[in-house]
């Protein structure tokens, strides 16, 4: 079998210069050669034009110039099957390596790593394939791709997923560096996020519930139940408000509070009181009226300084009544 030369339509015309700063998320280059390779002779035509350029220095500083220059060309990126989407934002002055297409006017560009000194702000967009069609019908877009974008023109880090093979959600994680904040989110509802500067977290579900700290400030929500199961819960406060239609506990053995003084305001209804009384302020004192239904049972001696009004008195005992 004859060996056969293999060939490419792609032509390096040869290492250029980049003459203005590369839009973002655009992939065109205004370029002009600095020199060209062996055999490159006649596929490019002196043409000395004056061109206006502009963009920003080191410093952010924008600018803009006129500049007259020999064969001047737009270029393409050249991606050479890269999983990088966006191309590299190219400033002026950088170098770049320029081919054409067969004897089109078609160019087309790559970095050469040459000038990394002279970059600035960048916006990088890697992404892998999440698309299942094996016909390779469906086009390449963020609806199939798995992306992650670090920016540093917005100052944000942004990973996003795709439900390309039927996955149940979809995640955006960012990292928002120029607000100093943190997003973890789905396509549901759910939500994670933190404000550093503000010193704020908050969670919240696709129900509504959520649950947010905000500096001083502990906030919760669920509409149905929050439920806490511990063997200790120890609750220190100036203040305890509780706003309920229904107050209730179950308490197995024994339910104390220590407290010079507590007031209750409606009814109280309770199966037992036990206490006692004494001259040490220790015991239970009523003021104002006491109606007791049913059976009054009284241990011990009962000192009554008012009068007494009753049906009548049995006693099993003498009665000792001087004055009757």
Known sequence: MEKQDLKTNFIPIGICKVLEDKEIGNDVLLVSP?????GSTGMMVADTQTIDVKGKDSTGKEYGAKTNTDNVMKATWLKWGTQRISSPDMRRKMRVMVYRYADTDEYYWEDMGLDSHLMRLETVVWGINNNPDGNGTSTVSPQNMHTIEFSS?????????????????AYVLQLNLGGGAVTLADDLGNVLSLDSTEAIWHLQNTFGSFFTMDKNNILAYAAELINLETKLVNVTAETVQIKANLFSGDISQLFHVKTPQANFTGNVTVGQISTGYDNNGSGMISKGNMRIEGTLVVTGDANITGKITCAGVDSSQNVNAPNI
């Open 34 to 38: 600095i020199e060209s390779f062996p």
């Open 153 to 169: 023109h917005t100052k944000q880090l942004t990973l996003r997923t795709s439900k390309a093979q039927g996955e149940p959600t």
